[in-house]
């Protein structure tokens, strides 16, 4: 679908789980604005991840690919990418779409924030890179893990932690569409959970992550990512930029200013959960225009039609 300058476009940003060895490719080949956005994240990165950036998201292996401090910063740079092809073949080069509201999945947030011009890619790139590395140490000092519940509702699934958690920590970490939360804590507690759903009629299904994420094991991680924060520049975005956290768009509030803010919740939002199901309502309700989700995948698009389908996503995984 070709959007105009004059049309509202409302962009929607993947986050970790959309990856795939491949990812960004058929972009870095069909588009000289997106080539460009591969070249300088391996120039900045250099050998930091063992192999350049590119080469991870373009050939794997799909282990490192998958692991977090790789995915993080593959799945920004891919966004980008995407989003600067995207531009330039809808004739808008220079920067100049009509931004309805954006919004990110966890990660995803991050693209969406850089977008709407919060802060540089530069500076975008280097705190998801540290954003992924705190994670996986974080994920790696504790055995811990993610289990999705299918068929509950908030409060079933809160039932679900209150019963299994015993000492240990889980919590509610995603609420992603109806009839889909996800738990996050020990691993043990995730294994109690599982059992808890099952003696309730709900299907569970142990998540493929490396530890237990938006919630309170994150807190080493959420630590680092604040003193990175504290020293990036950040500005008020173009447009409403949707926060996993609130489930409404970044303002200034009682606690500061907009940038304030957005550090702020930046952090908290490895501790919290991510309401995407929230802000995916927050944009149906209060944002007209396109929909258009970026590589990789279309996850989002997937969720959007559980969620409300009055909104149709356009998505790109690849160049039309």
């Not at 588009?31 to 994240?41: I, L, T, Y």
């Not at 977008?115 to 790696?140: H, K, N, P």
């Amino acid at each position: 679908m070709r959007a105009m300058t004059a049309d509202p476009i409302i962009v929607l940003c993947p986050g970790q789980g959309a990856q795939a060895v491949g990812m960004g490719r058929a972009w870095f080949d069909a588009a000289p604005e997106a080539r460009a956005v591969f070249e300088c994240a391996d120039k900045q990165l250099g050998n930091r991840l063992g192999a350049p950036l590119s080469r991870l998201c373009f050939d794997g292996p799909a282990e490192r690919l998958n692991e977090t401090d790789v995915s993080q910063p593959a799945l920004f740079v891919t966004g980008i990418a995407c989003w600067r092809g995207l531009l330039a073949r809808w004739a808008m080069g220079n920067g100049e779409a009509n931004l309805a509201a954006a919004a990110g999945l966890s990660l995803g947030e991050y693209t969406a924030l850089h977008l709407a011009g919060a802060f540089s890619f530069e500076d975008g790139l280097e705190l998801v890179t540290l954003r992924g590395r705190a994670m996986q140490d974080a994920a790696i000092a504790q055995p811990s893990g993610m289990v999705a519940l299918i068929g509950a509702d908030e409060a079933q699934a809160s039932s679900v932690c209150d019963e299994a958690r015993g000492t240990e920590v889980l919590v509610c970490a995603n609420f992603n569409a109806p009839g889909q939360v996800v738990l996050s804590g020990h691993t043990s507690a995730c294994r109690r959970a599982a059992d808890a759903a099952a003696a309730r009629g709900l299907r569970a299904a142990v998540l493929p992550v490396a530890g237990a994420f938006h919630s309170p094991l994150m807190a080493p991680a959420a630590d680092r990512v604040r003193a990175a924060l504290a020293s990036v520049t950040i500005r008020a975005p173009r447009c409403p930029v949707l926060s996993n956290v609130t489930a409404v768009p970044h303002a200034a509030g009682p606690r500061g200013t907009m940038e304030q803010e957005i550090r702020r919740l930046l952090v908290d939002q490895l501790t919290s959960p991510v309401r995407w199901e929230g802000c995916c309502r927050w944009i149906t309700g209060n944002a007209s225009g396109q929909a258009h989700e970026l590589a990789p995948g279309a996850t989002l698009a997937g969720l959007q039609r559980r969620i409300d389908k009055s909104l149709k996503v356009n998505t790109h995984d690849k160049p039309e």
